[in-house]
């Protein structure tokens, strides 16, 4: 997302409604972040602990690729104006929910068992006639943490520009996917009743709209048929829907998606990404539950999954959460939301999310083929707000602009999840994190 205007805003919020336990102890903890040696990292209860003495330990490196334009000299940490300059996107982009508002997402009492393995394998990767390594990769390209896990096991784990297994790093899009794993809950719950009802049968504030009318199914499809413009301009659609959300200029809630109110096709007919679709997504949830969409992801979850580190998401002046971006989280810990749907849906023996679902939402139906990889878009095809492999059955992925992402091959138990700071929203390089992913693939999987 483009920068906002304002000011820097704590954690915390004196509303009565958010939940604010555990709040003061992040702001305090981030002040001393700030001045720590580079390779400290947090200590508040909302980041990971350290691994026990004698385990083994992710590689860390204090630059990455055009470290100095990236601020290296301490990494700083921007405002609601500067966030996204290029300076400031290591230190920001791992520190958001400290430049914005953000309901806090509880970690479990307990995590579950994730090991670095002891070695780290090999992995070789194919690119524009080129055979490359992990470490020519990360030579070559903006990332910030980089982690490759089977089942219990972290087969590698690197972090560049002094990140590590503390910070919390945003997601932007990738939370999509995440919301659509909570609307797969809320359906076998039956606090949802249908992809095929309408989004007003659960916001009555969209009654008369034209995202009133549009169904479930086709706002997770992202083929509503309503405009919408996104192409990160700083004049389109993506910036009014979130100025008038995390950043938190206009009133939030209801009104933020009933501005975008005229019909260009009807629905489910085209793919169209339009990311407040997931908003509208968002808000049918916290209607349908009755509490916020964070609380619902804690229990159902979070807490469920044993995540290591507390957890945000960014919030809109009304509390709702941004459902179309915003969750920030330590990389472990986005491993293990893979690695749930890695293993469709089921964690260590209990059914979390139903199968059904995962595989609805990750397979293009035959009656919509304007969903189909490369036709959808030149390489990927379309889900429940999942990114579907064009020649690889089952294998999907989160994406998020400036190179967020979580790779998921269900067949092999594996998941990669890359955090980076590419300098443009939408870059070109993601071919080569692909590349990267095919590689691991052919390396790792088994």
Not at 262 to 287: I, M, N
Not at 389 to 404: K, V
Request: with cysteine; hydrophobic share 40%; glycine share 10%.
């Amino acid at each position: 997302m483009l920068a906002s205007r304002g000011r820097p805003m704590a954690l915390a919020t004196r509303r009565p409604f958010r939940s604010v336990t555990g709040l003061s102890v992040i702001r305090t903890a981030a002040a001393v972040c700030l001045t720590a040696i580079l390779f400290a990292g947090c200590t508040a209860s909302a980041r990971s602990s350290s691994p026990p003495s004698g385990a083994a330990r992710p590689r860390v490196s204090p630059v990455g690729p055009d470290a100095e334009q990236y601020g290296a000299n301490g990494y700083p940490i921007g405002d609601r104006t500067t966030y996204s300059q290029v300076r400031f996107l290591v230190g920001s982009l791992s520190h958001l929910d400290e430049i914005f508002e953000g309901r806090l997402i509880h970690r479990a009492g307990v995590p579950s068992r994730l090991v670095l393995a002891a070695a780290e394998p090999e992995v070789r990767y194919d690119y524009r006639g080129e055979s490359l390594g992990l470490d020519e990769y990360l030579a070559r390209n903006p990332t910030t943490g980089l982690l490759i896990a089977r089942d219990d096991t972290i087969l590698v784990e690197r972090y560049q520009y002094a990140r590590n297994d503390r910070h919390r790093f945003t997601s932007f899009s990738m939370a999509k996917t995440v919301t659509s794993m909570l609307i797969g809950i809320a359906i076998a719950e039956g606090r949802i009743r249908s992809v095929d009802d309408p989004a007003a049968a659960y916001v009555p504030g969209l009654a008369g709209t034209q995202y009133g009318r549009t169904s479930l199914r086709h706002l997770l499809q992202m083929s509503s048929g309503v405009r919408f413009l996104e192409e990160y301009s700083g004049r389109d659609d993506i910036t009014r829907l979130a100025s008038d959300t995390f950043w938190l200029r206009g009133p939030g809630g209801v009104a933020a998606v009933t501005q975008f109110n005229e019909r260009t096709a009807p629905g489910g007919t085209r793919f169209s990404y339009a990311s407040v679709e997931t908003q509208v997504l968002g808000l049918v949830l916290t209607h349908a539950l009755g509490r916020p969409v964070g609380a619902y992801l804690q229990e159902k979850i979070w807490q469920p999954i044993g995540a290591e580190a507390d957890a945000t998401w960014l919030v809109d002046r009304a509390g709702q959460e941004s459902t179309f971006c915003c969750l920030n989280a330590v990389l472990r810990d986005y491993a293990r939301l893979g690695l749930l749907l890695a293993h469709d849906g089921n964690w260590r023996g209990r059914q979390i999310i139903p199968a059904a679902w995962i595989r609805e939402a990750t397979t293009v139906r035959p009656e919509q083929p304007y969903l189909a990889p490369r036709t959808a878009t030149r390489f990927f095809g379309y889900g429940y707000q999942t990114w579907i492999f064009p020649d690889e059955p089952g294998m999907f992925a989160f994406l998020g602009i400036r190179g967020q992402a979580i790779y998921v091959d269900p067949s092999r138990r594996l998941v990669m999840v890359h955090t980076a700071v590419r300098k443009l929203p939408v870059d070109p390089a993601n071919a080569e994190t692909i590349a990267l992913w095919r590689g691991v693939v052919r390396d790792l999987g088994r």
